[in-house]
């Protein structure tokens, strides 16, 4: 059982009394990752146990290919409404978030969130290509992941923070590729290095402002790959199209190639 302690007292002149709740634990995760900093940025391969009570739950599982894992993060702190981002250089209070505005398991409810690929399922043991919780995490709820009302590909984000390394930015923009195209492929790869090679080596691992790219037509897993990355789209103006089968990246007055 999970238990929810009582909040704070409401604030001077306030109507409305804290909320107590109670969560039960469904499962655990199995992710035999036991410390925080030796989890990958994008999470690990991990297995979710759910317990025998709650099987009947899984009842026609398979008809969802990702799901969404809710866990109950009990080694965070709740105090804490302001942190550093990873990635963000500067320890100054100019450096601060909102635990609202980041991902950061320090939280007052501190829930994790994450969506995963279904690799298997075993009765009540689900194989998922990757989850950023540690072993022998709560595991709170599971919820299927729609693309009709979850996938929301005009969302905008500002950068937070540097990655932590060119292999960890090149390892998210490839994940970001295959999320958008849904399968590993030469041409992928070679899109993921070109759009890796300028963020690292132009950007300092940053991200533009604003997207200026032409792309070969003719080259579709090239097409889904650049838009998984960078979110350009034709509509915007920011995804033009040619026939030579280079990528090119236009930025501050300078063109970029890219030989694909």
């Known amino acids: 059982m999970v238990s929810q302690d009582r909040g704070p007292d409401p604030l001077p002149g306030s109507a409305e009394a804290p909320v107590t709740a109670e969560l039960r634990q469904i499962g655990v995760v199995r992710s035999g990752v036991r410390e925080r900093k030796q989890m990958p940025s994008l999470g690990a391969p991990a297995v979710i146990e759910i317990f025998a009570e709650y099987a009947a739950g899984l009842l026609r599982f398979e008809k969802h290919s990702h799901i969404w894992v809710l866990a109950w993060l009990d080694q965070a702190e709740r105090d804490v409404l302001q942190v550093t981002p990873r990635g963000v250089a500067d320890k100054s209070p100019a450096g601060l978030h909102g635990v609202f505005a980041v991902r950061s398991p320090v939280r007052p409810n501190p829930i994790g969130l994450t969506a995963c690929r279904v690799l ?43 990655p932590a390394s060119p292999e960890a930015l090149k390892e998210s923009l490839r994940l970001q590729a295959l999320h958008f195209h849904g399968e590993d492929c030469a041409a992928l790869e070679r899109t993921v290095e070109a759009i890796w090679s300028f963020r690292d080596s132009v950007l300092n691992g940053s991200e533009p402002a604003v997207w200026d ?5 003719h080259r579709g897993c090239v097409v889904d790959a650049a838009i998984g990355m960078t979110r350009a789209t034709p509509g ?25």
């Not at 043991?125 to 996938?151: C, M």
């Not at 790219?213 to 037509?217: C, N």
């Not at 033009?240 to 030989?259: M, P, Y």
């Open 120 to 162: 298997a399922r075993d009765q009540g043991e689900i194989h998922v290509d990757r989850l950023d919780f540690l072993e022998g995490t709560p595991i709170i709820d599971i919820k299927p992941y729609f693309v009709t009302r979850d996938a929301i590909l005009a969302a905008n984000n500002a950068q937070i923070g540097k």
């Open 213 to 217: 790219i032409t792309v070969p037509l």
């Open 236 to 260: 915007r103006g920011s995804l033009k199209f040619h026939s030579e089968d280079v990528l090119l990246i236009r930025h501050e007055g300078r063109e970029h190639r890219f030989e694909l």
